[in-house]
């Protein structure tokens, strides 16, 4: 199946859950690879994979970058809000800088949960457990960052502040992988980046 026809089926049932997991795993059945969400490059919707190429972007045949819109407690609004942010801005250089720059009036706390459980911020940060248990800081950081918005200081500068309150991640330990794929669920509804199987695999394997 080419990319931009099976994107586009996966947008129009991207509000059933039991759709999207039959037809994902009707696309990595056809040779097809969904990449998974992700806050720099994702947008609402599915969307075929655009790569560099020769100095022009195109569409790669076999590739598609999944939808903000398919992970459960987001919705349009939120969505815009994260991608016009991103595309008048420039691309969020850590997790905190996303919550002290992108519209609390459409993105709140539980979006910006889901977000974090479907892996949207990996690129950002390889600890999921971390990010989760550092959402009250992050919102305190964008708080910190509205009261200072319209004042001469160093804390004017966005980038600047967010790198400061990036050391404030909390140090927790990882997700289990049955763990990771648990929270997955709740924000996807199935698994995406794996199989519970998979923590048994080598085990299993020798019998």
């Known amino acids: 199946y080419p990319a931009e026809f099976m994107a586009a089926t996966l947008s129009l049932d991207m509000d059933y859950t039991d759709k999207i997991q039959t037809l994902y795993q009707d696309c990595v059945d056809n040779g097809l690879t969904i990449l998974p969400p992700d806050i720099n490059s994702s947008n609402y919707y599915f969307e075929p994979f655009l790569r560099e190429a020769e100095g022009k972007k195109e569409t790669h045949a076999k ?29 969020y250089a850590s997790f905190f800088d996303f919550c002290m720059r992108v519209d609390k009036a459409h993105v709140n706390r539980r979006t910006i949960e889901s977000l974090i459980k479907a892996g949207a911020f990996d690129s950002l940060h390889h600890c999921r457990a971390s990010l989760l248990a550092s959402v009250d800081a992050a919102l305190a950081a ?24 990036q050391a404030e991640l909390q140090d927790v330990p ?29 085990e299993a394997r020798k019998i």
């Open 63 to 91: 590739t598609i970058r999944y939808g903000l819109g398919a992970v459960k407690g987001t919705g349009q609004s939120a969505v815009d809000a994260i991608t016009d942010e991103r595309k008048v801005n420039g691309a």
């Open 174 to 202: 990882e997700w289990t992988l049955r763990e990771k794929l648990a929270h997955e669920k709740v924000a996807l509804g199935y698994y995406l980046s794996g199989h519970l199987f998979d923590e048994y695999e080598a």
């Open 142 to 165: 964008a708080a910190h960052s509205a009261e200072h918005a319209n004042q001469n200081s160093l804390f004017d500068d966005t980038e600047t502040l967010g790198e400061q309150w």
